[in-house]
T-cell receptor
Framework: GQQVMQIPQYQHVQEGEDFTTYCNSS?????IQWYKQRPGGHPVFLIQ?????EVKKQKRLTFQFGEAKKNSSLHITATQTTDVGTYFC??????????FGKGTKLSVKP | NAGVTQTPKFQVLKTGQSMTLQCAQD?????MSWYRQDPGMGLRLIHY???????DQGEVPNGYNVSRSTTEDFPLRLLSAAPSQTSVYFC?????????FGPGTRLTVL
């Protein structure tokens, strides 16, 4: 079946360092979404990318969707302690449902 | 608006017991879904509904039943709980592409 792989599983950074998580799909995606889940919380929608090669920015967060629409990345510049949490990508495949990656857990040392 | 609400927040069951996890939303969203979240496994879709009276299976439907008699409510039933169903359960709803998640139910099956 369709799979969405996400790496790394964990990332520990010093506050102020950059962070990137990568998402890869076994099939072409119609779109990809990113969610953030704070410790003990629920996933919260961040953004959706639809177009091939699309790049979107939200303050210190940069989201990219690959040209082949099979991969995506989330880059955080100059991490802050408020960025702590697990970041999930979710791809929408041919059947229309979202397939979530396993997430990247980010910890930030002050 | 309360958004997506889930009850109970915590539940402990014995193997073989049955129970219903409640989910309600007041945003008039047509699409609702149930996910389970296990450590290192991300979010896996159990069942979903595209509107009242319509339900369908997701990635991991075995052991769970759902119904959708109203737009607002989407309960998840465990007919005979098993230890493998120990997990955190999230309900989500959406009108377009953004999914709104409830706060979750943490279920332990002994």
């Amino acid at each position: 079946g369709q799979q969405v792989m996400q790496i790394p599983q964990y990332q520990h950074v010093q506050e102020g360092e950059d962070f990137t998580t990568y998402c890869n799909s076994s099939t072409t995606l119609s779109n990809i979404q990113w969610y953030k889940q704070r410790p003990g919380g629920h996933p919260v929608f961040l953004i959706q990318l639809v177009k091939s090669g699309e790049v979107k920015k939200q303050k210190r967060l940069t989201f990219q969707f690959g040209e082949a629409k099979k991969n995506s990345s989330l880059h955080i510049t100059a991490t802050q302690t408020t960025d702590v949490g697990t970041y999930f990508c979710a791809g929408r495949g041919s059947q229309g449902n979202l397939i979530f990656g396993k997430g990247t857990k980010l910890s930030v040392k002050p | 608006n309360a958004g997506v609400t889930q009850t109970p927040k915590f539940q402990v069951l014995k193997t073989g017991q049955s129970m219903t996890l409640q989910c309600a939303q007041d945003m008039n969203h047509e699409y609702m879904s149930w996910y389970r979240q296990d450590p290192g496994m991300g979010l896996r879709l159990i069942h979903y509904s595209v509107g009242a009276g319509i339900t369908d299976q997701g990635e991991v439907p075995n052991g769970y039943n759902v119904s959708r008699s109203t737009t607002e409510d989407f309960p998840l039933r465990l007919l005979s709980a098993a230890p493998s169903q120990t997990s955190v359960y999230f309900c989500a709803s959406s009108l377009g592409y953004e999914q709104f998640f409830g706060p979750g139910t943490r279920l332990t099956v002994l």
